[in-house]
């Protein structure tokens, strides 16, 4: 099936980052949030960050146009009847997800992918409240959309090998690098970041070291581009504890149990950047 129109739920960090890949690529794109303003806040965000690149002479304003041209921000889900993909990118809880699958289920053309951004929720038991278990997919993307190359494609227990493939290569015409991965917990990147990123922070509960020496190891001394810690203030602690938590009732093992300064930061309500305050004030 031809892919043209991409409808994509959700207009926050993530699916606005994935509005703006599509669009640059030429589909066109319905970016939508639960309320007007929220779908309009997505595009706007879009807008700013496009600015951003004018300012550094990557592209100029006629690229922006076109671009915002080619994505409307809507607040229902009745447009979704006009597009040949979803991508699904709401917040991370599974009754919520839930929904809006059974609700894109009916709207939808029998043979269009219903995809979701999730990562690290079962895309087998969202496909299991769908009429389409066979066109069911976790196309998980990585933050900042536009920056990050990769995608996990997440095959479900239904998922076909023609969704797989229609997926996989529209992966590649968005310029991305795709990687297939089973449905587990956590998939292939969470698994192995976030016991990575709880480890750090036990090792800062512990007093091994504090956050500052632990990043500057794990960067110095393991090549990476940025600390464990201020990696989760990046991410939001409460996502990382989420993640866990999956992790830990998924597999039921208790190298997965969160660390309790984790816990204890999220009941504090310092979760990283997007409040000012994690590991790190900002």
């Given at each position: ?21 599509a ?20 595009k706007?965000?879009?807008a ?9 002479g ?12 080619r ?64 066109k069911?997919?976790?196309?998980h ?33 968005l ?7 089973a449905?587990?917990?956590?998939f ?5 970041l976030?016991?990575m ?9 512990e ?8 990043d500057?190891?794990m ?14 203030d ?47 004030k900002?």
């Amino acid at each position: 099936m031809s892919i043209q129109t991409i409808f994509v739920v959700g207009a926050g960090q993530m699916g606005a980052g994935i509005a703006q890949v599509a669009a640059d690529k030429g589909f066109a794109v319905l970016l939508h949030d639960i309320t007007q303003e929220l779908a309009d806040k997505g595009k706007n965000g879009i807008a700013k960050g496009l600015d951003k690149l004018i300012q550094k002479g990557k592209i100029d304003e006629a690229k922006k146009a076109a671009l915002l041209g080619r994505i409307r921000a809507v607040s229902q889900f009745a447009p979704a009847a006009d597009a040949d993909l979803v991508i699904e990118a709401a917040t991370e809880n599974m009754d919520i997800k839930k929904k809006i699958f059974v609700e894109l289920d009916k709207l939808c053309r029998p043979e269009v992918i219903l995809a979701t951004n999730t990562s690290s929720q079962s895309v087998t038991a969202l496909a299991a409240v769908t009429k389409r278990p066979d066109k069911i997919i976790g196309m998980h993307f990585f933050n900042p959309v536009p920056v990050m190359k990769l995608i996990e494609i997440v095959n479900g227990l239904a998922t076909s090998a023609e969704t797989y493939q229609t997926i996989y290569e529209l992966s590649v015409k968005l310029d991305k690098t795709p990687a297939k991965c089973a449905d587990y917990p956590g998939f292939v990147s969470n698994r192995v970041l976030m016991p990575m990123i709880n480890e750090a922070i036990s090792c800062l509960h512990e007093h091994v070291a504090d956050a500052e020496a632990i990043d500057t190891v794990m960067k110095l001394g393991m090549n990476h581009p940025m600390g464990p810690l201020a990696l989760a203030d990046l991410i939001g602690l409460d996502t990382c504890l989420f993640i866990m938590q999956r992790l830990f009732h998924g597999f039921g093992d208790s190298k997965y149990r969160p660390s309790p300064l984790l816990i204890k930061m999220v009941e504090a309500g310092k979760l990283g950047r997007k409040v000012g305050e994690g590991f790190y004030k900002y």
